[in-house]
């Protein structure tokens, strides 16, 4: 339900109209089979149009590199701030939002202690985004520094391609950065990211989509589906990249 939500208001939101999926139709044709949740037979197009549409979305627009490195700039942001803050640093922060920032807390914590469940829930966007204003004036330049470039929309350069970046061509990329941006010590963490990207449209082993058949039999979208391979989109794409400050 969640997927069939978030696909067509994104779409709505972004104006990409390869996210819009007929939600409607896929609702009317679920059915509970030994106590499962299938789709009928004849809903199997939707189900086809509504994997394809996740794929393009994520490379469209979840895994957008400019969304890639607003989410990375924004990640550094928040492990330099709990730097800080374990340092004994005083930092601005809303209750919620500093209840986490001065604390780590495991599944067993959540579980045992109802308050840190109440706190994430008064936890939203704007928490993070009215310090991130406050911080951008911290005397600490790094944070200082990191909050600017997100306010302002200077967001780090990235590079993706499909194959994985070298040792020695994320050694040369992370030297350059240290020496332009005049960093030291491990500083260069904030300011310089590699990894990978993943866009898995379909998995059959934990998001499981099963057709049911007038004859009640049941079989998988991926091999019940005729139009498309389905099979093929339900393979992992990766894709590497590089992310770093864009220097002059």
Same mark, same amino acid.
């Given at each position: 339900? #969640?997927?069939?939500?978030?696909?067509?208001?994104?779409?709505?939101?972004?104006?990409?109209?390869?996210?819009?999926?007929?939600?409607?139709?896929?609702?009317?044709?679920?059915?509970?089979?030994?106590?499962?949740?299938?789709?009928?037979?004849?809903?199997?197009?939707?189900?086809?149009?509504?994997?394809?549409?996740?794929?393009?979305?994520?490379?469209?627009?979840?895994?957008?590199?400019?969304?890639?490195?607003?989410?990375?700039?924004?990640?550094?942001?928040?492990?330099?701030?709990?730097?800080?803050?374990?340092?004994?640093?005083?930092?601005?922060?809303?209750?919620?939002?500093?209840?986490?920032?001065?604390?780590?807390?495991?599944?067993? #914590?959540?579980?045992?202690?109802?308050?840190?469940?109440?706190?994430?829930?008064?936890?939203?966007?704007?928490?993070?985004?009215?310090?991130?204003?406050?911080?951008?004036?911290?005397? #600490?330049?790094?944070?200082?520094?990191?909050?600017?470039?997100? @306010? !302002?929309?200077?967001?780090?350069?990235?590079?993706?391609?499909?194959?994985?970046?070298?040792?020695?061509?994320?050694?040369?990329?992370?030297?350059?950065?240290?020496?332009?941006?005049?960093?030291?010590? !491990?500083?260069?963490?904030?300011?310089?990211?590699?990894?990978?990207? @993943? !866009? !898995?449209?379909?998995?059959?082993?934990?998001?499981?989509?099963?057709?049911?058949?007038? #004859?009640?039999?049941?079989?998988?979208?991926?091999?019940?589906?005729?139009?498309?391979?389905?099979?093929?989109?339900?393979?992992?794409?990766?894709?590497?990249?590089?992310?770093?400050?864009?220097?002059?």
């Amino acid at each position: 339900m #969640d997927r069939l939500d978030y696909l067509n208001r994104d779409s709505f939101f972004t104006g990409v109209s390869e996210g819009v999926i007929s939600s409607e139709r896929i609702i009317k044709m679920l059915e509970i089979h030994n106590d499962e949740l299938v789709i009928e037979d004849k809903g199997i197009y939707s189900i086809e149009k509504f994997i394809v549409a996740r794929r393009l979305m994520y490379w469209q627009v979840y895994l957008h590199k400019t969304v890639v490195s607003a989410e990375t700039l924004l990640i550094n942001i928040l492990k330099r701030a709990r730097q800080l803050v374990g340092r004994g640093e005083e930092l601005f922060a809303t209750p919620a939002f500093r209840h986490f920032l001065s604390a780590d807390y495991s599944k067993d #914590d959540f579980l045992k202690n109802p308050l840190h469940l109440e706190m994430f829930a008064l936890l939203d966007d704007s928490d993070i985004g009215t310090s991130i204003k406050v911080w951008s004036k911290h005397s #600490d330049k790094i944070l200082s520094d990191l909050c600017s470039r997100m @306010i !302002n929309r200077k967001l780090f350069k990235i590079i993706l391609r499909d194959s994985p970046f070298s040792e020695e061509e994320i050694a040369a990329y992370r030297k350059n950065v240290v020496e332009l941006l005049g960093l030291s010590g !491990n500083d260069d963490q904030y300011y310089f990211l590699s990894g990978k990207l @993943i !866009n !898995n449209a379909y998995n059959s082993k934990s998001d499981k989509i099963n057709i049911l058949y007038k #004859d009640d039999s049941v079989r998988d979208i991926a091999e019940a589906a005729d139009t498309l391979n389905i099979k093929m989109l339900s393979e992992p794409v990766e894709k590497y990249y590089l992310c770093f400050p864009k220097i002059a």
